[in-house]
């Protein structure tokens, strides 16, 4: 059995296991999950055992989304609100809720106009991204990304624009290892 302190080590940035701290055995289990949520082998030995993982890549995409928008509605102030706009049959019988985050663009210095209200989902392909645009926030978010170890502001452009993501980069390394351990 695997103890759940040999992976604590990797939640810190840059921290790594020690090739002796899985048997052969757990390191295939391993690396069979993480080529299931779209890594390499190579990649996973890489990031586990030698390079560590960015803070980006151990909290993931979602909650680091879920964050940077939690900062701008109590530090920011900024209107945001998540509503139902109505549901969708997935696999099985029961509908799902379908949730769209709302936010309001202020007019211009110059126009009279009162806000405008707009709506994006988190889920949706570059949703966020041009949410960030709308109200002006991208470098901001760019910044934020730099402080977790996404250092360029074309990669951070480049990744959320196409919102394009392995899906252990939106889960984060402490999920799957916290599913791993589950399994395993």
């Given at each position: 059995m695997i103890s759940k302190d040999i992976f604590t080590k990797i939640t810190e940035p840059q921290g790594v296991l020690a090739?002796?701290?899985?048997?052969?055995?757990?390191?295939?289990?391993?690396?069979?999950?993480?080529?299931r949520l779209g890594s390499s082998d190579n990649f996973a030995y890489k990031r586990f055992f030698q390079d560590g993982f960015a803070l980006w890549e151990i909290d993931g995409i979602l909650a680091l989304k879920a964050a940077f928008l939690s900062w701008l509605r109590t530090e920011e102030k900024l209107f945001l609100e998540v509503r139902c706009v109505g549901e969708r049959m997935v696999t099985g019988d029961?509908?799902?809720?379908i949730y769209r985050y709302f936010y309001r663009i202020p007019p211009k210095a110059d126009e009279h106009e009162q806000f405008e209200e707009r709506s994006f989902d988190l889920n949706e392909a570059g949703g966020f991204w041009q949410f960030l645009g709308d109200i002006e926030y991208r470098q901001r978010f760019g910044n934020f990304m730099a402080e977790r170890g996404m250092k360029s502001y074309r990669t951070v452009m480049k990744r959320f624009g196409d919102d394009d993501w392995k899906e252990w980069e939106k889960m984060g390394i402490r999920q799957v290892t916290e599913l791993f351990m589950e399994k395993f």
């Open positions: 090739v002796s701290d899985l048997t052969p055995d757990e390191k295939k289990l391993l690396y069979a999950e993480m080529q029961d509908p799902v809720s």
